[in-house]
């Protein structure tokens, strides 16, 4: 992994004031303690089309996909990224069960991508750190 550089930072401190806003984080709890679907048809119904809790679900998938976006295009460091939050990972072990189902139905197979391959480089890195890590996350996040 590269160096971490001081624009790394101050993008992480910018990212972290935009989890803080309140609309944000209202979402983000709402994210953490109940998106929990095995399937679209479960997804449906907890997020229904115009909802509060679909807005919540867009919201908080499409920030880390954003973040996820900057890391895989090199804009940002990963290991930086890695080293100082997990909630990146959460969200896609979370979305992780649906994702194909969904894809197939947004007919974008590239939707949530950048999240996608992020999270996999995550693993990676929480593997290299301790092998159980990543195992006892997911079980431990309900992904």
């Known amino acids: 992994?590269?160096?971490?550089?001081?624009?790394?930072?101050?993008l992480i401190l910018r990212l972290?004031?935009?989890?803080?806003?309140?609309?944000?984080?209202?979402?983000r709890n709402w994210f953490v303690a109940t998106f929990?679907?095995?399937?679209l048809a479960e997804y449906q119904q907890l997020c229904p089309f115009g909802s509060e809790a679909n807005a919540f679900a867009r919201q908080v998938t499409s920030y880390w996909d954003m973040v996820a976006s900057f890391?895989?295009?090199?804009?940002l460091n990963a290991e930086l990224v890695f080293q100082n939050n997990r909630e990146l990972l959460l969200v896609?072990?979370?979305?992780?069960?649906?994702?194909?189902?969904?894809?197939?139905?947004f007919k974008d197979p590239s939707y949530m991508k950048n999240?996608?391959?992020v999270a996999a480089a995550f693993t990676e890195y929480l593997d290299r750190?301790?092998?159980e890590t990543a195992?006892?996350?997911k079980a431990r996040v309900g992904g």
């Open 16 to 27: 972290y004031e935009l989890r803080r806003e309140e609309k944000m984080r209202a979402a």
């Open 1 to 10: 992994m590269s160096q971490a550089t001081y624009d790394d930072v101050n």
């Open 129 to 131: 750190v301790n092998p």
């Open 115 to 117: 999240l996608e391959t």
């Open 71 to 75: 890391v895989a295009s090199g804009v």
């Open 36 to 39: 929990k679907p095995k399937s």
């Open 135 to 137: 195992a006892a996350f």
């Open 92 to 105: 896609w072990m979370r979305l992780e069960p649906i994702i194909q189902e969904v894809r197939s139905a």
